[in-house]
């Protein structure tokens, strides 16, 4: 025989739990049976699943017959799980009072802070891991060098408890930074003749590893330059507008290298003619 609770009530993820339903109704009974076989008076459960803290979860839950029914026909009274009531627990709704700073170099992977969270429940497993707000990036999609705000929400909470929640939107300003990245640029020697147009002055950067390089994507703003001269001999290549100013997600250490000068190699000279063979043939004689 399949009994059902009476209405459907709505409440707030740990609030105490109200289960004062009326029987709605009774179905099962054979042979003319009817409900006035039963007496006393029933109590009912929430079905379905429960949090770490041991509340029943935010969703709908169908209430489920306990006990307290009984019958002289020998029935076996169970909950009519298509009819029966339904109790809806809302998330709860939880503030942050702070964000931890964070930092990070350009480049590697951003760490935001930690939201500091005000109303989770004792036994609850729930955390909130903030983001950047409104961050810019550059061409390689790295977050640009710079100091940001930070923030949390609902799609921040995380943990096997975090859907009874809900979470206020919170922002720590000014609370992450991202460095600037180091990164060596080494000039590359050259070599050029007297009297000649210079070479294209290049360079080498340092591979992308943890915490430095140059993060694959990225290209470098500017050009180096060299010493002033067109006389024979060594002129020191230098780091011109390769510079951090230019390249502001990078602190920019530079080696320098040497363009030499060398004197032009002198024009081979022509053969001789041979004389004709008359003018030597006179001289023979």
Known sequence: MR???????????????????????????VNGDDASSLSGTPSWKVEGDVSSAGHPVAGEHPIGYDSGLTNALGYAIVTDTANTGTLTVDPLTLTATQIADGTSIYGDALAPGEATLDGVLSGDQVTAVAELANPTLSAS???NVGIYDQQADTGNLDGVDAGNYTLDTVTQ???YSVTPRPLTVTADDQRKTEGRNDPTLTY????????????????????????????????AIQQGSVTGTNNPNYRVDFIGATLTIAAA???????????PERARARAAA
């Open 173 to 175: 300003p000014d609370s």
């Open 141 to 143: 999609g790295n977050v």
């Open 3 to 29: 009994v059902s609770a009476d209405g459907s009530t709505t409440m707030t993820y740990g609030d105490d739990v109200a289960l004062a339903y009326d029987l709605k109704d009774t179905r099962g009974f």
């Open 265 to 275: 190699t002198p024009a081979p000279q022509p053969e001789p003619e041979p004389e």
């Open 204 to 235: 080498q950067t340092e591979t992308m590893t943890p915490g430095r390089g140059l993060v694959d994507g990225d290209t470098l703003a500017g050009e180096l330059e060299r010493e002033t001269g067109e006389a024979l001999g060594d002129y």
